[in-house]
């Protein structure tokens, strides 16, 4: 066995998107700077997340919203082709490749060392590599944990005899299962229903609430549980699975409640856990297996001298790539500034504090209809104890929408913080809004004085014409 030591300024585990782009900031700030990766660059995020999603999600809206136009309807009237959606899934996810990341790495001077890598102490990271070696890294300035999440299944009986999908298998799965059973009702439950359905599943949600995306207005998650109904799906509320068992090839599933449902295959769509059960963290006196909590610059807390960072979903701020993305630029600007010795901007909105993952993350839902949000929701209002006014507004009695799709059905509810007169948060639920989501954060992450917005004037006739709609409904 071979035993190397390298000292770099800045040692990144974990590159996915955010690995790479803390990386990639760091060693701009003029830190050498290496990244550990296990699996493939890019990490969940390009190959069995968010990319491979989207295209498959991509056709299903884009029929969906062709339906409701007139003319046009007719001509997309027949089922996807299947094949040539899960061919362009394969081509959009780069499948299984990353040749090109690494040459991006390379270009930038960062350093990339294939393999798993752990904390040896304070400072230090091991890493076991494909061929059996192990380097060990030392870090004069930052080490920076960004190993993502994986899917959290609950334990049930029969788990193990089922070959249960995830969200891996959900977005990489190369045949259409005639039925699909899919356990959740957040994000990923409402995106692979939505998609599985439409691909040619007969596909039947398990939800253990009331309602599907329970962290957004509660409109949304009604909306979408009528637009999956209509594609077909059989949408269930207040249901649990109590075991599972695979026979003669099919999936039995007995509920809580004493049904029965056999399906043959079934989607865990339950949540996620973070990638720290095999990090090495009880050398630095933290808990394996925990989400890293970290302060407003990402310096995980409970943690001595101020060298350890986590940033993206391992940290739970906000399991998105965008946000954590956000996130690695504020964190390689604020090593690279505390490197240098330079002042840290730590106060509100400044340089060197992710003040966005508070006040304005935004996130879409691509479904049919789409959701999309950014800032606080009602419920959050009232948990914070804000002085709000919220403004709903029906998207369908607005002419951009009304020219969008026959029958359009959608609807936008605006928050305004009262006491400083901008807009805290916007949630919009229909199809064709999700461009229309980042006018709303520039809204909400700018603070914008509702008296000033009442003079960014919508072009007509575009669904972007809501914002005056919800203006004028505001000020009566
Ligand atoms: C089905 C699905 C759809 C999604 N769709 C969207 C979307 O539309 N928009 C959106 O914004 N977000 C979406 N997300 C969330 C998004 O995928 C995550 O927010 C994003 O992947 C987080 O990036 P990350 O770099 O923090 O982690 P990851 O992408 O999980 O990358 C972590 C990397 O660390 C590596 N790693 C872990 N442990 C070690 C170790 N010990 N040593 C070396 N390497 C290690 C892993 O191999 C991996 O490559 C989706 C998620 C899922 C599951
Ligand atoms: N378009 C996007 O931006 C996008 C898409 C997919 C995922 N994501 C990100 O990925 C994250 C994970 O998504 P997710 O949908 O897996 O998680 P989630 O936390 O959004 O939803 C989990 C669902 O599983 C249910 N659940 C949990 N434990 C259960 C159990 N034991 N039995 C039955 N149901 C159970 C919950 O009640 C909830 O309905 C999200 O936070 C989101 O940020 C984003």
Not at 23 to 50: D, K, M, P, Y
Not at 319 to 340: C, F, K, P
Request: aromatic share 6%; net charge negative.
């Amino acid at each position: 066995m071979n035993e190397t030591t390298r000292t770099y300024d800045v040692i990144v585990i974990g590159a996915g998107p955010v690995g790479e782009n803390v990386a990639e900031r760091a060693r701009a700030a003029g830190l050498s700077t290496v990244i550990v990766e296990r699996e493939l660059l890019g990490g969940e995020c390009s190959f069995r997340a968010r990319d491979a999603s989207k295209a498959l999600l991509r056709p299903v809206v884009a029929r969906a919203d062709a339906r409701r136009v007139p003319g046009l309807a007719q001509a997309v009237a027949g089922p996807l082709d299947a094949g040539a959606v899960l061919a362009h899934r394969d081509k959009m996810a780069s499948y299984r490749k990353d040749e090109d990341r690494a040459d991006r790495l390379n270009s930038v001077s960062v350093d990339l060392i294939r393999g798993h890598g752990r904390l040896d102490g304070p400072r230090r990271v091991r890493v076991e590599t494909p061929d059996g070696g192990t380097i060990t890294l030392s870090a004069r300035h930052a080490v920076v944990v960004s190993t993502g999440t994986h899917a959290a299944v609950p334990a049930l009986p029969g788990l193990d005899t089922v070959r249960a999908w995830t969200s891996r298998e959900a977005t990489s799965a190369d045949k259409v299962p005639g039925r699909l059973a899919v356990v959740g009702g957040g994000v990923v439950a409402v995106e692979m229903a939505t998609a599985w359905q439409a691909l040619g599943s007969q596909v039947t949600m398990l939800v253990l609430e009331d309602g599907l995306l329970q962290r957004m207005e509660s409109f949304a998650g009604r909306l979408v549980t009528d637009g999956l109904r209509e594609a077909g799906v059989d949408v269930r509320f207040t249901t649990s699975v109590a075991r599972l068992a695979r026979e003669n090839g099919e999936v039995r599933i007995a509920l809580a409640d004493g049904g029965h449902l056999v399906a043959d295959e079934i989607l865990f769509a339950t949540g996620r856990a973070p990638n720290t059960w095999d990090l090495g963290l009880e050398t630095i006196g933290l808990t394996p297996g925990d989400w890293l909590k970290v302060d407003d610059t990402f310096r995980v807390t409970g943690v001595a001298d101020g060298w350890f960072y986590a940033v993206g979903d391992v940290n739970q701020r906000a399991l998105l790539t965008h946000q954590g993305t956000y996130q690695a630029r504020i964190a390689g600007a604020v090593i690279g500034a505390r490197a240098g010795g330079e002042v840290v901007d730590d106060t509100l909105w400044g340089t060197h504090v992710a003040t966005a993952d508070h006040m304005a993350v935004p996130q879409v839902v691509f479904a049919h209809p789409e959701v999309a949000s950014v800032g606080m929701t009602t419920h959050d209002a009232v948990g914070f104890g804000h002085r709000i006014k919220v403004v709903d507004y029906d998207l369908a009695h607005v002419a951009g929408a009304h020219e969008y799709a026959e029958e359009y059905r959608g609807q936008a509810r605006m928050l305004i913080d009262l006491d400083r007169d901008t807009v805290a948060g916007v949630t919009f639920a229909g199809p064709g809004v999700t461009e229309l989501l980042y006018s709303a954060t520039v809204a909400v992450a700018g603070e914008v004085p509702i008296d000033r917005l009442w003079h960014a004037v919508p072009a007509f006739p575009t669904i972007g014409e809501i914002w005056l709609r919800l203006l004028e409904t505001h000020r009566g």
